[in-house]
């Protein structure tokens, strides 16, 4: 990844060093964990349009894949990352089930690989990505701005607010979530 | 980039949507939550005859949460878990297999985020615990000179 996409607070996620083995974290070193990346956590949970309580079972998913995983998580300097990355699991199993879907079978590892992608989970990068987006057009910059604030309202409620036919809301999102992403890659 | 780490870093930035104390709190605790020198048995698929209080027989896939029966083994020992919600209350009934036999002594312990209660478990490896919070689940056996076995979270919500 590119050095303006990983501002300084942000590398704190792929560099941060746990000096015991994982396994021996005492509940001090455990806290800070909570401190540096809980709000992470609920923000990936909440992006996937989890509502409050679904999300709160999401991050406390992903912490409880932790403790049964002290053992296992080989790379404590990439904690952050596979913490982000086991909320994303834990969220996105939560949707499915939320939406009636069938486990397709062995989905979840026992131990997830963090994704190397988790580490844009930022607020500095975040606040760089807001400049962005508010140099887009509408109707991007009104629909990312809804998808970001109140990502679990309906089509219904953001093709009034917004004055756009709830079927073209999904595809007119993505393409505007592909700019956002061009302009930011642009500055990167 | 993945649209939801792009969404979360702008949510974070946004700061309008802090993390409940709930949430933080619960995360703190799951500290003590950790089994120093436990074995993780993990989930297995099982198709089978109905448990003793479900309905159709029907076993989910390996990582279906919610109630119903659920299988999960390590090293030569089985806990099969069945987790069924009652007025919005959590109950959970088992058996360890293979049995203890008479005078093992050994223990099951269901564990939440919130709430631990452990039963003897019976001669032939059977265990139940009622009055629980819905939520995340696991169970511990416990079985003298033993390591602890537990089985992998379980989310069980109505």
Known sequence: MCSRSVPPSMREVTSMTVEEPLARLDQAAWEDLVARFGGRMWAVARALGLGPADAADAVQGAWLRMVENLDAIRDPERIGAWLVTTTRHEALRLSRRRRGEVAAGHELPDAVLPDPAAAVVDADFGRHAWQRLESLGEPCRSLLRLSVLRP?????QIAIRLDISPGSIGPTRARCMSRLRGLLEESA | MRDEYLLAALRLAAGADPVPGRVGADARAAFHLRLPGGVVAAPVEVRGPAGARSGDGTRGAPEDDGPGMHRFSVAGLTIDVEAVIADGILEVAGQV????????????????????????LS???????GGLPTGWVSVVCHRPGEPPVSTRWLHVRS
């Open chain 2, 123 to 129: 001669e032939n490896g059977r265990f139940a615990v």
């Open chain 2, 97 to 120: 297999s293979p049995a203890p036999g008479p005078g093992a002594a050994w223990q099951a312990e269901i564990r939440t985020s919130h709430v631990s209660k452990t039963r003897d």
């Open chain 1, 152 to 156: 679990e309202a309906t089509y219904a």
